[in-house]
């Protein structure tokens, strides 16, 4: 019997630097089975340039997993390379799927510095030149000499990249593209080309450059034996580019793997254009939807939630939307933060998990908390959800988007997954009934909220319908009761 399928994000930005999270993982594997959890977004798992303390995105050495003493640590933030292999093989005998965190859009720590010829470019319009051509300092050149060319003897030097954000040379920061290259083309259009993003822009027009990506990229596939893929900064690297590495990964593995990409972007043409340019190989996350929460949750009433799936990837394009309510890029303190409201947690993550559409992921930091920030543990709330989406959420949809301040949906359920189906009510007001049809199956059956907040139960009527209701500023999930 198939089950709907959870994404969880093991991870959030501020996580301790404890080397703990791969021993943490292995030992929640059948706790998350337990909830419905199917797959699990594990963090970078290689070296970055701040060692034991990088979350995983200032990328130093690819193939050191955390097993050789550079910057400082042989561990990486979360723990060994073996405490890794462990973590994958735990949640694979739970018949959980892993997904690997790709970030190869640029390189940070270089060993040695370069002299090299250089122009400076407008931090906002990355076409406009604005300096002359320079000898600048360029840390751009990895030789990796704690792992002493063990599994690739490759290094890299300032041929490999397009530019980097630091001259050494008069100790000053700016963008500054080297001699003879240009921006990769096919990238987002934001500050005129939005190639370069931080660190040593990695020069995927470079064939040595391509061709070594390819054979990490087969080398950690088979090391680690993961199931897919999260592909980082997509936005910033030649969109054409996945398409060809994807496909080879899925040769070397010998099966099929997912991949989902983050393209942190609010228009959803864009985001159809990116997943077309891919030929359907790489799903994207739901940036547009993740907005519409957030606007919602800060307009406290004052939002028409008969739009929020509007201008969603989930909306156009659902077999390819991986849906979010939040992220360790939207938590409290980062760059792109759009945190969405505690109060409206609970109602963004039943439109994720319990409608038919898209593929949902759940946020370390909603789940387990964020001490840092004083967010909260949902974790009460999130299991009640996930397990109704693993045992209820199936079959026909009917949607009641009619109300500005109150919507439903029901599931009318499915001969596969016994007693399954459901109704959910959700509103950022007064509350309100709805009457909305679940089924004639259920003709004299009662149900109550699976969440606790409605108190009385309701009955269906011979032709299917019940009148199920919600409290204000929350979400009631209706599930059979048994008599």
């Known amino acids: 019997m198939g089950i709907n399928g959870i994404m969880m994000q093991y991870f959030e930005w501020d996580y301790p630097a404890d080397q703990s999270l791969w021993k943490n993982l292995k030992a929640d594997a059948q706790k998350l089975k337990n909830v419905g959890v199917t797959a699990v977004w594990m963090p970078p798992a290689y070296k970055g ?5 990088d979350v995983g995105y200032g990328v130093y050495d690819l193939y050191d997993l955390g097993e050789f003493d550079q910057k400082g640590s042989v561990p990486t933030k979360y723990g060994t390379k073996k405490e890794y292999l462990d973590a994958i093989k735990t949640l694979h005998t739970k018949g959980i799927n892993v997904y690997a965190d790709i970030v190869i859009n640029h390189k940070i720590g270089a060993d040695e510095i370069e002299k090299v010829s250089a122009k400076e470019f407008n931090q906002e319009s990355r076409n406009q030149m604005i300096g002359d051509s320079k000898t600048i300092g360029a840390w751009t050149k990895f030789t990796f000499p704690g792992r002493k060319g ?73 090391e680690t034996g993961v199931d897919g893929f999260r592909l980082d900064a997509v936005k910033h690297i030649n969109k054409y580019f996945f398409k060809d590495w994807v496909r080879k990964m899925k040769e070397t593995a010998g099966r099929d793997l997912f991949a989902v990409g983050e393209y942190w972007h609010w228009d959803v043409n864009i985001l159809q254009d990116y997943i077309n340019s891919n030929e359907g190989e790489v799903s994207l996350f739901d940036v547009p939807l993740h907005f519409n929460f957030h606007n919602c949750s800060k307009a406290h009433g004052n939002y028409d ?48 998990l ?4 898209g593929y949902p992921c759940v946020f370390y930091g909603d789940y387990k908390g964020i001490p840092t920030a004083k967010v909260k543990s949902k974790k009460k709330e ?20 009619d109300d500005p301040n109150c919507i439903g949906w029901t599931r009318e359920g499915d001969e596969e997954h016994p007693d399954s189906g459901l109704a959910v009510v959700l509103s950022d007001g007064t509350g309100g009934t709805k009457h909305m049809y679940i089924g004639k199956q259920f003709a004299g059956c009662h149900f109550s909220d699976a969440m606790g907040n409605a108190k009385y139960n309701i009955k269906i009527d011979d032709a299917g319908f019940g009148d199920f209701y919600v409290n204000r500023d929350s979400v009631a999930v209706w599930v059979r009761k048994e008599n």
């Not at 340039?49 to 303390?53: P, Q, S």
């Not at 319990?354 to 559409?357: G, N, T």
């Not at 999130?382 to 988007?401: E, P, S, T, V």
Request: glycine fraction near 6%.
């Open 150 to 222: 063990k599994y690739s003897d490759f290094t890299w030097n300032w041929t490999h990249f397009d530019g980097i954000d630091w001259d050494q040379e008069r100790a000053a920061k700016s963008i500054f593209k080297f001699a003879g290259k240009d921006w990769d083309s096919n990238v987002d259009a934001e500050r005129g080309n939005y190639d370069y993003l931080m660190g040593a822009d990695i020069d995927f027009g470079n064939n040595d450059v391509r061709e070594e990506l390819m054979r990490w990229g087969q080398w950690y596939t088979e």
């Open 354 to 357: 319990l409608r038919q559409e």
């Open 49 to 53: 340039a701040n060692g034991a303390t």
């Open 382 to 401: 999130l299991d009640k959800l996930m397990k109704l989406r693993k045992l209820n959420a199936y079959g026909a949809q009917h949607d009641y988007f």
């Open 305 to 352: 939630l008969r739009t929020i799936l509007d201008g969603s990837l989930t909306r156009v394009n659902p077999l390819k939307s991986v849906t979010f309510v939040d992220n360790h890029d939207s938590q409290p303190g980062q760059s792109l933060e759009s945190w969405v409201d505690d109060w409206f947690k609970p109602m963004a993550y039943a439109i994720i």
